[in-house]
């Protein structure tokens, strides 16, 4: 399973590049196709609807989570519109797009530092087999597109700062690595694919009971352990008792360590990842 999403600058509200929040809840890495040229030529045509999206481009690429890939091999339409504008078409950024757009099936791997991208094009993630063919029907293509829908969809001003700290959190460093391998094992199994999202959500659904239960449990017990040990603990901190202080302590963390215990045998535990998602940043739009 890639670890890489490759995109163009497509035109549109509904373009892939507008809408980066949620790819980047999934991919470590998404390379865009004339990223530089095209911040380029928006910086000169100076849209002021424009302006917080290149803000928001510039910033996201600075934290390395975006990467401008523009071989030499390949035209830029978008730097050379930049270069001679403002002689340029009226429609310059949609003529670009779709030069690009045909550009996308002459990419080669090696022109990305982790071959084996997964092409994002209007949402839909498709396995890109080989340098030169798309094969959008492939069993992994499904697999990934199902697996990429159940994720939510950011509200548009949710921070880019929020989705960046959720990907640098270690559980879910974690999380999305066992998801990337399910992904992996499940693409490799005949399974229609109304039966895989079924999976997906029974997964889910799994894993939500079982840790709702278990933080239940683990409430209450916590709850109990404050009301029974607050008494000892006003009289030992006056007897300076701290042996007895510090083992209440302790108790309390080792409720959380049973909770962490509880996750990672969670059954479901696979798609752990796009559960805390859900959790963070709402329901999926699909």
Do not use: C
């Not at 791997?109 to 993630?125: D, H, I, K, M, N």
């Amino acid at each position: 399973m890639p670890g890489a999403a490759l995109t163009f600058p497509e035109s549109g509200p509904d373009a892939v590049v507008r809408n980066l929040k949620r790819p980047a809840l999934l991919f470590e890495q998404i390379y865009v196709l004339h990223l530089e040229g095209m911040l380029a030529l928006l910086d000169k045509l100076r849209s002021e609807s424009d302006l917080q999206f290149i803000a928001d481009l510039e910033w996201v690429l600075g934290q390395g989570i975006l990467r401008s890939t523009s071989p030499v091999e390949l035209t830029n339409p978008f730097q050379e519109a930049a270069n001679a504008h403002p002689r340029i078409i009226e429609r310059a950024f949609e003529y670009s797009s779709a030069m690009s757009e045909g550009q996308i099936a002459s990419v080669r791997p090696e022109w990305l530092a982790e071959p084996g991208a997964v092409l994002l094009y209007s949402r839909t993630p498709l396995y890109l087999r080989s340098p030169q063919e798309i094969h959008p029907s492939k069993p992994k293509a499904d697999v990934l597109s199902i697996a990429f829908g159940a994720f939510p969809e950011p509200e548009q001003d949710t921070p880019w700062e929020q989705i960046l700290e959720f990907r640098r959190d270690p559980d879910s460093v974690s999380q999305a690595l066992a998801l990337r391998r399910w992904i992996s094992r499940i693409s490799h199994e005949s399974i229609p694919e109304k039966e895989i999202s079924q999976e997906i959500e029974w997964l889910l659904h799994e894993y939500e009971s079982h840790m709702r239960l278990h933080r239940m449990k683990l409430t209450m017990g916590t709850l109990e352990t404050i009301v029974v040990s607050f008494g000892e603990f006003v009289e030992n901190l006056v007897k300076l008792k701290f042996g007895a202080i510090a083992k209440g302590l302790f108790s309390l963390e080792h409720r959380r360590i049973a909770l962490l215990e509880a996750e990672s045998q969670a059954p479901g535990r696979e798609v752990a990842y796009i559960a805390q998602a859900r959790k963070i940043f709402g329901t999926t739009r699909d």
